[in-house]
């Protein structure tokens, strides 16, 4: 057993006992111990790997900020506000790597073609998530996020053991259903048994590897599309506008600056770009698709090298070939099996799942950081009171992220659905900006208390993410997905209520800036009249 130290529990038949076990110190298990361990709570947090190692899911949105602001008000997160926009990041933490992120782009590509240097909004989309980099998301390097924050959680009281891995979670005291009062924890860390007892376990392990050992199974087939990722970090790869020759790039921000997108039908591509040159790019395949084209063969991703696979998909759509021609990958290409995954429930009576473990389906709109951040700000509001959580306030966590899951599946679905055809995907992607623009901005220039949508809500973050929960929202998503004749004028009259940043705006080109203005034309979506809205700006726009 690993020798006593920050965070030590007493001792009960040999083994350390703690209030909570996290098993997962990635960004948001590292907080949530941080957080837990502030308030006062005995924390092991366990990780398999040693930092810093590699981590995928590295672009947030305005989300994720606002939720890092909220978490920074909490007892012992006050450095975490420092993170929470890319010049608060830069100014305060140079040592770890970020990247400037301005936006969303999307370019619509087409096999055997050279992309146009004059792209009109029947290929090109850009939504700006912010007026200027002062106020900005960022890209995360994940190595040396995670890294920071887990010697973070442990300074902060947190018991940190790393290269320990969880085999079993088993129970001194089951009732009739096999869950129990107090866990008991056992694994394998530095070739050695470990075990530790704990009144609750979190499971923030991402991939849901300890499902089994809870008795949880995963649900067999989560979504109607089927994607695998090859993906590596890149050096000297050009901006794409750049190396296409496209003309008005820098409208409304520079491309290389934002989560840039490229369809094709095949499936898609991402380039994430940091401040310090490096860019990580990742091609998720639509397996049937690439089938269909005879591009890629479901084999091939047991044979082929991942490197030789990224080549092949280039060699189908030559602005992406030329963009990528010089570059080199740090360490090398590798794959992923299916990303889409989601376990049969979020929780049981002594433990809970984070987001990230609960479900996942595909990073096309970057929700994965931002969602993961609000289920730790539910599971500090649970874990943190005068008594343990009971069996409704465990079951209201559970059922609102298995509402949310299959609101973004639904979302994920429409979006995949229609790949090939740039002007439905654009309504898709219109639909999710109204959702976040429309949750953002309530965010910031109302109160909780004057937020009319969830009335039984305790605070934001247990607001529906991304409009579930919102009939407006989930009508128009549903029109979407089953509406063969859903134009986007009707779609417009339909998210009329939530559409504060003059989304599905015909005249706009595709281009979208983040325009304040917009949002005080809009005031009355937010029950506010133009003074009042006026006068509410600075939250808008961050002000400290």
């Not at 089951?174 to 107090?182: F, K, L, M, Q, V």
């Not at 809970?352 to 473990?357: E, I, K, R, S, V």
Request: proline fraction near 5%; hydrophobic fraction near 40%; charge should be negative.
């Amino acid at each position: 057993m690993a020798t006593a130290g920050h965070g030590d529990g007493p001792m009960t038949s040999g083994r350390e006992v703690f209030d909570v076990a996290i098993v997962g110190s990635g960004f948001a298990g590292s907080i949530l111990a941080r957080g837990l361990a502030a308030c006062g709570r005995r924390v092991v947090l366990i990780e398999r790997e040693r930092h810093p190692r590699f981590a995928l899911g590295e672009s947030t949105t305005p989300l994720a900020n606002l939720a890092l602001e909220r978490l920074s008000r909490r007892p012992g997160l006050e450095r975490l506000w420092q993170l929470s926009n890319w010049s608060r990041w830069r100014a305060s933490h140079p040592d770890v790597t970020c990247g400037l992120k301005r936006g969303f782009v999307f370019y619509a590509h087409e096999a055997h073609e050279h992309y146009p240097q004059v792209p009109d909004e029947r290929r090109r989309l850009a939504v700006a998530a912010s007026p200027g980099d002062d106020v900005a998301d960022t890209q995360w390097m994940r190595s040396e996020v995670d890294s920071h924050l887990a010697r973070w959680a442990e300074s902060g009281g947190v018991r940190l053991l790393e290269e320990t891995e969880v085999f079993e979670i088993a129970g001194d005291h089951h009732d009739a259903d096999g869950s129990s009062e107090r866990a008991v924890l056992r694994g394998e860390g530095a070739g050695e048994p470990f075990e530790v007892e704990a009144s609750f376990v979190v499971d923030a392990s991402g991939g849901g590897r300890l499902a089994s050992t809870l008795g949880v199974e995963s649900v067999a087939d989560p979504a109607d599309f089927s994607s695998r990722l090859v993906y590596a970090h890149v050096d000297r790869l050009t901006p794409f506008a750049e190396s296409a020759e496209i003309v008005n790039c820098d409208e409304p921000f520079p491309e290389h600056w934002s989560a840039a997108h490229h369809l094709t039908d095949v499936g898609w591509m991402y380039q994430l770009r940091f401040d310090s040159g490096a860019v990580s790019v990742g091609w998720l395949v639509d397996e049937q698709r690439a089938s269909s084209t005879g591009l890629l063969s479901s084999g091939d991703w047991d044979v082929v090298a991942p490197d030789r696979l990224f080549e092949r998909l280039l060699s189908r759509y030559p602005s992406l070939e030329r963009q990528f021609a010089g570059t080199r990958a740090r360490f090398g290409f590798r794959t992923t099996r299916r990303l889409q995954r989601r376990l049969e429930r979020a929780h049981g009576r002594v433990w809970a799942a984070l987001p990230g473990t609960y479900a996942f389906y595909d990073p096309l709109f970057s929700t994965g950081i931002a969602w993961s951040l609000i289920g730790v700000e539910r599971l500090l509001d649970l874990l943190t009171g005068d008594r343990p959580p009971d069996q409704q306030q465990l079951g209201r966590y559970g059922q609102l992220l298995e509402a949310e899951a299959h609101h973004q599946r639904r979302l994920l679905e429409a979006a995949y659905r229609h790949l090939s055809d740039f002007e439905r995907f654009d309504l898709v992607c219109q639909l999710y900006f109204v959702a976040a623009s429309c949750a953002e901005t309530c965010q910031r220039m109302l109160d909780f208390e004057e937020w009319r949508h969830e009335s039984v809500a305790p605070n934001w973050a247990w607001a529906g993410f991304l409009g579930a929960r919102d009939p407006v929202i989930e009508e128009a998503l549903e029109e979407l997905l089953i509406g063969p004749d859903c134009d986007r004028k009707q779609l417009k009259l339909r998210l009329e209520k939530r559409n504060v940043a003059g989304l599905l705006d015909v005249d706009r080109q595709g281009l979208y800036p983040a325009d304040p203005h917009t949002v005080l034309r809009a005031a009355s979506c937010l029950g506010l009249d133009r003074a009042e809205a006026e006068r509410r700006l600075p939250r808008l726009l961050g002000s400290d």
